[in-house]
Nanobody, 124 residues
């Protein structure tokens, strides 16, 4: 399975941008899709964006038009460009890989490899 390590998130002002990256190592030949998820204490992990090898992507309604997911050509890196950030975007963000299911969904249950998470805090 691939090993995933997210870049440091950090504090950011509302309205500002932030780019997260995820370094991928190990066996990623069977990766079908990768995604970004986020979680706040007391709530379930929420899908933010997902991308296929060919570049097709899907987004949660709450981030459409503000966030962009991208990847390199070989699943060695995953990115999330976040613009126009809002305080409600504050969460722990996780990078994830799906190597077992040929499903293109923003559901955490589809993903079997996870990074350790990185905190993003948006202040108003």
């Amino acid at each position: 399975q691939p090993r995933l390590v997210e870049s440091v998130g950090g504090p950011v002002q509302a309205g500002g941008p932030l780019r997260l990256s995820c370094a991928v190592s190990g066996d990623n030949d069977r990766t079908f899709s990768m995604g970004w998820f986020r979680q706040v204490p007391g709530k379930e992990r929420e899908g933010v964006a997902t991308i296929l090898a060919g570049g097709s992507s899907r987004y949660a309604d709450s981030v459409k038009g503000r966030f962009t997911i991208s990847k390199d050509s070989r699943w060695n890196a995953l990115y999330l460009q976040m613009n126009s950030l809002k305080p409600e975007d504050t969460a722990m963000y996780y990078c994830a890989a799906n190597t077992r299911r040929t499903l293109f969904r923003l559901l955490a249950e589809d993903y079997d490899s996870w990074g350790q998470g990185t905190q993003v805090t948006v202040s108003s």
